[in-house]
């Protein structure tokens, strides 16, 4: 994530507040490290000026401020996530609304977990496409593989972090048609895998 994002998400930050501090590389201690006690109770006191620092600013919002505690209060407002973030798997749509799959099973075959199951067929112009295609995701690990290895762009980690679990296993066995997805809506993880994937990385 990049930080002008990352200050959108967490309310503006300063910069200078998103620098990585520095660190000592140096293993020797000082004796007073090596004491360990005085560590300890200053690790105690960091820990509790920021846990009674943000109860305060919870309990008591400022007014008429941008609250400086990078939390955001689901479910009134939403998270928006990096075009990195791997949510629910989805189906690409075409925009006449047919799916862009094309039934070659690569993505069943590269599954680690099994997770998907597609039965292929021909459409009456010869064009193949899945007359079933269920995604298990009770088992799915969202390791982005099916993403990867699809030549055709028909499946995505989409940015969908709602819903996905259930009391019972049958609700998470998602079909076909509730797996699909507008293309335009899927725009951003489309060209952010064009991107990753373009790059000789192996």
């Known amino acids: ?7 959108a998400w967490v309310g503006n930050l300063p910069a200078d507040k998103l620098k990585p501090k520095k660190v ?10 090596r ?14 000026r920021h846990f009674f ?3 305060v600013g919870f309990v008591v919002p400022p007014n008429g401020k941008k609250r400086k505690i990078p939390t955001i209060y689901y479910p009134e407002e939403k998270a928006v996530m990096p075009p990195a ?3 629910r798997p989805v189906l690409v749509a075409n925009p006449d609304g047919t799916e862009r799959c094309v039934a070659c099973g690569l993505c069943e075959k590269i599954c680690p977990a099994f997770a998907i199951s597609i039965i292929g067929d021909e ?7 899945p007359s079933s295609y269920t995604l298990d995701l009770s088992r799915c690990i969202y390791c982005g593989y099916c993403e990867e290895v699809c030549p055709k762009e028909a499946i995505v980690m989409s940015d969908e972090y709602e819903g996905l679990c259930a009391s019972r296993r049958r609700d998470m066995l998602y079909t076909k048609e509730q797996l699909l997805r507008p293309a335009a809506q899927l725009q951003k993880r489309i060209d952010y895998v064009r991107r990753i994937y373009a ?4």
């Open 35 to 48: 004491l360990y006690i005085f560590e300890v109770l200053r690790g105690l006191a960091i820990t509790s």
């Open 123 to 129: 459409r009456a112009n010869g064009d193949r496409y």
């Open 199 to 202: 790059k000789c990385n192996y």
């Open 53 to 55: 620092g943000n109860l």
């Open 1 to 7: 994530m990049e930080i002008k994002d990352f200050q």
């Open 85 to 87: 973030y791997r949510g």
């Open 24 to 33: 000592r590389k140096s293993i020797d201690l000082s004796l007073w490290e």
